[in-house]
């Protein structure tokens, strides 16, 4: 009775872990693929039965100005901010990585702060501290709020890399004449390629959407994409919304491929 019961376990065993991971995939992938689908509604509402496949409100998208000078905007913006954060990021994770020093984990903590704080309430003390410094609103700061606001991200990613980096490798290269500089930059960084990369990207995305602090540090002459679809479905809800959420979705999976596929930069770490 035992043995059928082990074996009945061995057989059902895989079929409910497959089960279960088809759930998590479908709960995690399912919102993304109704709104590609959504895109290509003919439909004149949002959301609505699927009618026909078309590209009309792609072919729309592209040629509204103001949604595309808010697309090249969210773009710019976190593309500098990711790039800064990744360069401040990684000397800071090397740091709490390889050094022992008093108040490390107050340290550590203190860079998690922006991502357990919650957004309203950073972004209002942001928002506060630059109108203190009399600071105005502008590209600029906007991108000095994304950077501060992602680095946990690129410092995260980067220190999960560096804990596989074996020291004696590092070690070994210096030993055989490198400067630490030499070692880090031929050494070290092909070795947490992944990590950077994949903590850019994330920084990229986090920033490319996020809708709290572009909220508060934007003005009518700097409109992120967020804040764009969300004056336009003030006034009407139409496919158009769908399409740049499918546009921005197919943009991050062809941006995936071409790292892992044409660069050969595993994002998995």
């Known amino acids: 009775m035992a043995m059928q019961k082990l074996r009945f376990r061995r057989r059902i065993g895989p079929t409910l872990s497959l089960f279960y991971l088809a759930l998590v995939?479908?709960?995690?992938?399912?919102?993304?693929?109704?709104?590609?689908?959504?895109?290509?509604?003919?439909?004149v509402a949002f959301p609505s039965p699927f009618e026909s496949f078309?590209?009309?409100w792609y072919d729309t998208l592209f040629k509204r100005a103001e949604f595309m000078r808010?697309?090249?905007?969210?773009?710019?913006v976190g593309v500098v901010a990711a790039g800064l954060a990744t360069l401040l990021g990684i000397p800071l994770s090397l740091i709490l990585v390889r050094r022992q020093f008093k108040g490390k984990e107050a340290v550590n903590a203190f860079f998690l702060t922006p991502l357990?704080?919650?957004?309203?309430a950073v972004s209002i003390a942001t928002l506060q501290m630059f109108s203190l410094l009399g600071l105005r609103l502008s590209e600029s700061v906007?991108?000095?709020?994304?950077?501060?606001?992602?680095?946990?991200?690129?410092?995260?990613?980067?220190?999960?890399?560096?804990?596989?980096?074996?020291?004696?490798?590092?070690?070994a290269a210096m030993n055989l004449g490198a400067t630490r500089i030499q070692t880090f930059i031929y050494i070290t960084v092909p070795i947490i390629r992944a990590g950077i990369t994949a903590g850019?990207?994330?920084?990229?995305?986090?920033?490319?959407?996020?809708?709290?602090?572009?909220?508060?540090?934007?003005?009518?002459?700097?409109?992120?994409?967020?804040?764009?679809?969300?004056?336009?479905m003030e006034s009407r809800l139409d496919p158009i919304i769908a399409a740049v959420g499918g546009a921005t979705i197919i943009g991050v999976i062809i941006i995936m491929l071409f790292l892992e596929k044409v660069l050969k930069v595993r994002l998995v770490l």
């Open 25 to 43: 995939y479908l709960f995690l992938l399912g919102p993304m693929i109704i709104v590609i689908i959504a895109s290509f509604n003919s439909a």
């Open 54 to 56: 078309t590209l009309r």
């Open 70 to 76: 808010s697309i090249w905007i969210s773009t710019r």
């Open 116 to 120: 357990i704080i919650p957004q309203v």
């Open 142 to 171: 906007l991108i000095s709020a994304h950077t501060i606001f992602v680095m946990p991200y690129i410092i995260r990613a980067t220190m999960a890399s560096l804990y596989f980096v074996d020291p004696a490798v590092e070690e």
């Open 200 to 232: 850019f990207i994330l920084a990229f995305v986090i920033s490319f959407i996020n809708v709290p602090l572009s909220l508060f540090l934007t003005s009518p002459a700097i409109t992120t994409l967020p804040i764009r679809v969300f004056a336009h």
